[in-house]
């Protein structure tokens, strides 16, 4: 039995929908919040309902006795914890919205798996922990005391609480460090998202630091292919570890962290370019200064990711963009 936890949104959905696909049975749980369109989610959400090996759960993980009975009458074996409020952006305009999830929510997470003990707690890092590091590619050994938002900061806490509770109680932790996912069924609040609505619309689009950025954009089916490969891969404790001679992102303790990116960052024009292809229709770009929060370069370096499960992101952004477009035109009823 695995439980996924944000089953409902972009990551969670595709997950779950593989796990299903490939003969497990999954608890889904999610609290359906309002932070994008609701009706994207429950589209998300019918889809997933038509499978008998799947039940989802409404509950949010920061209601602490709702997700222990979840645990108390399913006892998951296997839990992924995609559940968050997500944005870098969103996490300036609104700090408290990400306390309960990221922080509350995510110790409900590990105190359930301590009480009802799994034999692999996988969660949602992201890439945006490396904050102003400037040395690339982005590597699990680098040091992500520098964070440049409050999004980041909850995700980099995520990582000390899921190692104190492995070294503390055994359970056996992952995070994955996740660079600019993107592609079918993906988050209405992010650019490529945003983009083609507007391009479509024939509305402005814009680019921020006038388009010289760069991002690791990661295909979903790639993240998904990464996650269900770590799934039996759980972490074991090196009790020879030593900070000064080996990996960071392992430890004495049953926990490792991962990076699940493309390896190959591209420039933000370049991005818009290929969108535009795809579409068929040429952007009106507004050009603006830098936004606080965001980071010039992302660039994930995935050498440990292909040394332990043999996998290497590797979907182009002509297909995962073809892909995308070809998505939002169907799901939109957008016909020319």
Known sequence: MILVTGVAGFVGFHVSKKLIDLGYEVIGVDN???????????????????????????????????????FQTYLPTVVINLAAQAGVRYSIENPLAYLDSNLTGFLNILEACRNYPVKHLLYASSSSVYGGNKVAPFSTNHNVDHPVSLYAATKKSNELMAHTYSHLYGIPTTGLRFFTVYGPWGRPDMAYFSFTKDIIEGNPIKVFNHGKMERDFTYIDDIVEGIVKLIPRAPEPNTQWDESTDELGASFAPYRVYNIGNNQPVQLMKFINVLEEKIGKEANKQYMEMQPGDVLRTYADVSELERDIDFKPSTSIEEGLGKFVDWYKEYYNITN
């Open 32 to 70: 359906v919040n309002s932070y994008y369109d609701i009706n994207l989610k429950k589209s998300r959400l019918e889809k997933l309902n038509k499978k008998d090996n799947y039940k989802f759960i409404h509950c949010d993980i920061s209601d602490k006795e709702k997700l222990i009975d979840v």
